[in-house]
């Protein structure tokens, strides 16, 4: 089987754009969370994310599409970046493209004509040739990054919740391994900071109201955890074999080496109290790896700062890694970055590159009191030193929908 | 690992041709056509003549289990669960199969709420200029609202309640929105059994492609050609190796010799559309369900996704 390694990464997050910017952020535990400024919650209970600030630099129409659905300016923006990085000029037939996001964009504005939600009255309109679309379908980006950079040999657009991102990033990878595809462009994209993106997961009891709290709401693992907090942005990555990479003389990031999904089949929203669904994943990408527990010298946790998934997360943790989970270090990235919901597992991918790159862990800056049954060996400081070979980072969807990564440092 | 070969020995199926694979697979055999109906919203508009196909009586509370779970589904998670759960008990694979080693891989239409379940939202956010109010929406809107909502919206939540209420609990992978997804799902799940990853993969898709939402967009989008109709349907098929299922001693619909999803740019084609109506992403998922109890030896198709889904089948001696 053909290694695989990572050749380019791209970013746009709460916490900074591009992956310089973001790399800092992490290193000296910044906070992207703050009050929301994209529409006006003052209302809401909820009143914090983790929103992307600035403007990007986008081509015309993918800058049109991204005035209403933000997130697709944030998934050119990460692959644009990604296929520099890495020096691909364009997509080809050697290329799989496959990108994740969750929730197709709807502004409630949409339904209301001449002052009442009335869908026959906004529907007669639209077929009179007026009106926005009241869709925009959750391949937009994927048909826009091809329009604009070129048509790769498969083109997929995953929908698998939180799990998205490291679902494509995995499945890339698996089919580079494979020897289906040369190269993978592969991430997540999202954003659900709008009134019905933020009043969704308030009214399920997702997010936390703590919002005296700020930049520290979203508390991994902590004693006083209320749930988490939204963020946006995308993570692109672009995967090649490590023959060719080698053979083209880039810079390798890390190694790929081994991937698995797994399904709680319990609850929408809940996961299995005893972690099952977490476990197996974790110790089935550590056997796609050909790792044993052992082997694995940090962990970036899905931590969202929920009161079940940190527990479940830790309790699967700790019976994973048994002999020496008190030896690895655990990160929350989440606790900086917000919940980027698609996008958040392969934001988390290129957190997980930081220790690599720069020789030091993302921090749980948030963590203060370690809660009940969340026991872990927790990054809590930035500037912690690092000097690992293999990383395990972990995304569990809403649904039941569960993945784990497995990465290696690249020693040349 | 040697390669095996590629079996279906389950098909479940919801089209507007029948509630099951059996309904529908007779239906199409005899050359029947979807009855449509006018969808009420549409009344006096464009669109009041071209209608929509209309859906045998599911008899969803039934078929699965009562009505708890109901509460949680959008249409199209409804008509996977129904399409989902008869296809593991035609395969008998719940008995066969470990969860863990059972695979699930899915296409998803566009999402679908029912109008009425945001409406009183926005109706508690307009002010009093009869413009829409975020102010007004934390104050009353979203408790006017159904807290259930992100369940019936989330794209993965049809697969997913599928695996809640089957128990498959292996790797999986969910596309959307159009048929050139679905038929990814297939390729991965045809590979994944073939490699060996998974003893059994379910797979298939669903659309509510006939709810009236769908519709308007679908009509905005230039997706529906002249003469076609949107249709709301689900099918799902149970993959599994050649020698389990002789094992077993199973029926065997057929071996799945092939299957590509490759670039396509030279017009979209649903051997569907005509009788059936346009269902989209489940579109690939019906097509094969109704070739493997036809007999059929080819399946193509090509979405709106540019992407072309060929699969060659051959009877089992």
Same mark, same amino acid.
């Given at each position: 089987?053909?290694? /695989?390694?990572?050749?380019?990464?791209? &970013?746009?997050?709460? =916490? *900074? @754009?591009?992956? $310089?910017? !973001?790399?800092?952020?992490?290193?000296?535990?910044?906070?992207?969370?703050?009050?929301?400024?994209?529409?006006?919650?003052?209302?809401?209970?909820?009143?914090?994310?983790?929103?992307?600030?600035?403007?990007?630099?986008?081509?015309?129409?993918?800058?049109?599409?991204?005035?209403?659905?933000?997130?697709?300016?944030?998934?050119?923006?990460?692959?644009?970046?990604?296929?520099?990085?890495?020096? /691909?000029?364009?997509?080809?037939?050697? &290329?799989?493209?496959? =990108? *994740? @996001?969750?929730? $197709?964009? !709807?502004?409630?504005?949409?339904?209301?004509?001449?002052?009442?939600?009335?869908?026959?009255?906004?529907?007669?309109?639209?077929?009179?040739?007026?009106?926005?679309?009241?869709?925009?379908?959750?391949?937009?980006?994927?048909?826009?990054?091809?329009?604009?950079?070129?048509?790769?040999?498969?083109?997929?657009?995953?929908?698998?919740?939180?799990?998205?991102?490291?679902?494509?990033?995995?499945?890339?990878?698996?089919?580079?391994?494979?020897?289906?595809?040369?190269?993978?462009?592969?991430?997540?994209?999202?954003?659900?900071?709008?009134?019905?993106?933020?009043?969704?997961?308030?009214?399920?009891?997702?997010?936390?109201?703590?919002?005296?709290?700020?930049?520290?709401?979203?508390?991994?693992?902590?004693?006083?955890?209320?749930?988490?907090?939204?963020?946006?942005?995308?993570?692109?990555?672009?995967?090649?074999?490590?023959?060719?990479?080698?053979?083209?003389?880039?810079?390798?990031?890390?190694?790929?080496?081994?991937?698995?999904?797994?399904?709680?089949?319990?609850?929408?929203?809940?996961?299995?109290?005893?972690?099952?669904?977490?476990?197996?994943?974790?110790?089935?990408?550590?056997?796609?790896?050909?790792?044993?527990?052992?082997?694995?010298?940090?962990?970036?946790?899905?931590?969202?700062?929920?009161?079940?998934?940190?527990?479940?997360?830790?309790?699967?943790?700790?019976?994973?890694?048994?002999?020496?989970?008190?030896?690895?270090?655990?990160?929350?990235?989440?606790?900086?970055?917000?919940?980027?919901?698609?996008?958040?597992?392969?934001?988390?991918?290129?957190?997980?590159?930081?220790?690599?790159?720069?020789?030091?862990?993302?921090?749980?800056?948030?963590?203060?009191?370690?809660?009940?049954?969340?026991?872990?060996?927790?990054?809590?400081?930035?500037?912690?030193?690092?000097?690992?070979?293999?990383?395990?980072?972990?995304?569990?969807?809403?649904?039941?929908?569960?993945?784990?990564?497995?990465?290696?440092?690249?020693?040349? | 690992?040697?390669?095996?070969?590629?079996?279906?020995?389950?098909?479940?199926?919801?089209?507007?041709?029948?509630?099951?694979?059996?309904?529908?697979?007779?239906?199409?055999?005899?050359?029947?056509?979807?009855?449509?109906?006018?969808?009420?919203?549409?009344?006096?508009?464009?669109?009041?003549?071209?209608?929509?196909?209309?859906?045998?009586?599911?008899?969803?509370?039934?078929?699965?289990?009562?009505?708890?779970?109901?509460?949680?589904?959008?249409?199209?998670?409804?008509?996977?669960?129904?399409?989902?759960?008869?296809?593991?008990?035609?395969?008998?694979?719940?008995?066969?199969?470990?969860?863990?080693?059972?695979?699930?891989?899915?296409?998803?239409?566009?999402?679908?709420?029912?109008?009425?379940?945001?409406?009183?939202?926005?109706?508690?956010?307009?002010?009093?200029?009869?413009?829409?109010?975020?102010?007004?929406?934390?104050?009353?809107?979203?408790?006017?609202?159904?807290?259930?909502?992100?369940?019936?919206?989330?794209?993965?939540?049809?697969?997913?309640?599928?695996?809640?209420?089957?128990?498959?609990?292996?790797?999986?992978?969910?596309?959307?929105?159009?048929?050139?997804?679905?038929?990814?799902?297939?390729?991965?799940?045809?590979?994944?059994?073939?490699?060996?990853?998974?003893?059994?993969?379910?797979?298939?898709?669903?659309?509510?492609?006939?709810?009236?939402?769908?519709?308007?967009?679908?009509?905005?989008?230039?997706?529906?050609?002249?003469?076609?109709?949107?249709?709301?349907?689900?099918?799902?098929?149970?993959?599994?190796?050649?020698?389990?299922?002789?094992?077993?001693?199973?029926?065997?619909?057929?071996?799945?010799?092939?299957?590509?999803?490759?670039?396509?740019?030279?017009?979209?084609?649903?051997?569907?559309?005509?009788?059936?109506?346009?269902?989209?992403?489940?579109?690939?998922?019906?097509?094969?369900?109704?070739?493997?109890?036809?007999?059929?030896?080819?399946?193509?198709?090509?979405?709106?996704?540019?992407?072309?889904?060929?699969?060659?089948?051959?009877?089992?001696?």
């Amino acid at each position: 089987m053909r290694r /695989v390694v990572i050749t380019g990464f791209g &970013v746009v997050s709460p =916490v *900074g @754009t591009g992956q $310089e910017a !973001f790399w800092d952020s992490l290193s000296r535990g910044s906070s992207g969370i703050a009050t929301i400024t994209h529409f006006d919650a003052s209302t809401f209970e909820v009143q914090l994310a983790a929103e992307v600030k600035g403007m990007l630099e986008l081509p015309e129409p993918v800058a049109i599409v991204a005035r209403e659905d933000p997130k697709v300016g944030f998934a050119y923006a990460a692959c644009a970046e990604a296929l520099s990085d890495a020096g /691909v000029t364009a997509l080809d037939h050697r &290329v799989l493209l496959h =990108v *994740g @996001t969750s929730l $197709e964009s !709807f502004d409630l504005k949409k339904v209301i004509c001449e002052g009442k939600a009335d869908f026959e009255a906004v529907a007669r309109k639209i077929l009179k040739g007026g009106g926005p679309p009241l869709q925009i379908p959750l391949d937009t980006a994927t048909r826009l990054i091809i329009e604009q950079l070129g048509r790769p040999g498969q083109a997929l657009t995953n929908c698998s919740a939180c799990a998205a991102g490291v679902q494509a990033i995995g499945h890339g990878f698996q089919a580079i391994r494979s020897g289906q595809f040369e190269t993978a462009v592969a991430g997540g994209f999202d954003s659900m900071i709008n009134p019905l993106g933020v009043g969704g997961f308030q009214l399920l009891g997702a997010l936390t109201t703590d919002n005296q709290r700020g930049a520290r709401a979203c508390r991994p693992f902590d004693s006083e955890r209320r749930g988490t907090v939204l963020g946006e942005g995308a993570a692109i990555f672009v995967l090649e074999t490590w023959e060719r990479a080698r053979a083209e003389g880039k810079e390798i990031l890390a190694e790929v080496c081994g991937y698995a999904s797994t399904l709680d089949a319990y609850s929408l929203s809940a996961p299995d109290p005893e972690g099952d669904g977490a476990s197996r994943t974790m110790a089935a990408a550590l056997r796609d790896a050909g790792l044993s527990s052992l082997d694995v010298a940090h962990i970036n946790a899905h931590g969202t700062g929920t009161q079940l998934n940190d527990e479940v997360e830790a309790k699967a943790i700790r019976r994973v890694f048994a002999d020496n989970w008190e030896k690895i270090p655990v990160s929350a990235t989440k606790s900086m970055t917000g919940h980027l919901i698609a996008a958040a597992g392969a934001i988390e991918v290129g957190a997980c590159l930081l220790p690599f790159i720069r020789g030091v862990l993302p921090p749980n800056p948030s963590l203060e009191r370690v809660g009940q049954g969340c026991e872990l060996n927790h990054v809590r400081e930035p500037g912690t030193s690092f000097d690992g070979e293999y990383v395990v980072t972990n995304s569990f969807g809403f649904g039941g929908q569960n993945v784990s990564l497995v990465l290696r440092r690249y020693y040349g | 690992m040697k390669p095996d070969k590629v079996v279906v020995t389950g098909i479940g199926m919801v089209t507007p041709l029948g509630a099951t694979a059996k309904e529908s697979s007779r239906a199409w055999q005899e050359g029947r056509f979807a009855g449509r109906k006018p969808v009420a919203e549409f009344t006096g508009t464009a669109l009041e003549d071209v209608g929509v196909a209309i859906l045998p009586d599911l008899k969803a509370p039934e078929r699965l289990g009562g009505r708890r779970m109901l509460k949680y589904m959008s249409d199209a998670a409804v008509l996977g669960c129904l399409a989902g759960r008869e296809a593991l008990q035609d395969a008998d694979a719940k008995a066969r199969f470990v969860p863990d080693r059972m695979g699930l891989y899915a296409g998803t239409g566009l999402a679908a709420a029912s109008i009425n379940e945001v409406r009183k939202m926005v109706e508690e956010s307009i002010d009093e200029a009869g413009e829409f109010s975020c102010r007004l929406l934390g104050e009353r809107g979203l408790a006017a609202s159904n807290p259930l909502l992100s369940f019936k919206i989330l794209a993965n939540m049809p697969p997913c309640l599928i695996s809640i209420m089957e128990g498959i609990k292996g790797p999986n992978l969910i596309f959307t929105p159009w048929e050139g997804q679905t038929g990814a799902a297939f390729l991965e799940a045809w590979k994944a059994v073939a490699c060996g990853e998974v003893d059994c993969a379910l797979a298939g898709a669903s659309d509510s492609a006939a709810h009236p939402a769908t519709f308007l967009y679908l009509w905005q989008a230039g997706l529906l050609k002249e003469g076609e109709y949107p249709a709301s349907g689900s099918a799902y098929l149970v993959l599994e190796g050649l020698e389990t299922a002789r094992k077993d001693g199973r029926p065997i619909y057929a071996a799945v010799e092939d299957i590509r999803v490759i670039p396509w740019n030279r017009g979209i084609s649903d051997p569907l559309s005509e009788r059936v109506g346009r269902t989209f992403a489940a579109a690939p998922a019906i097509l094969l369900g109704l070739a493997c109890m036809d007999g059929g030896e080819e399946v193509s198709i090509c979405g709106v996704d540019q992407q072309r889904f060929e699969v060659e089948l051959r009877e089992t001696e």
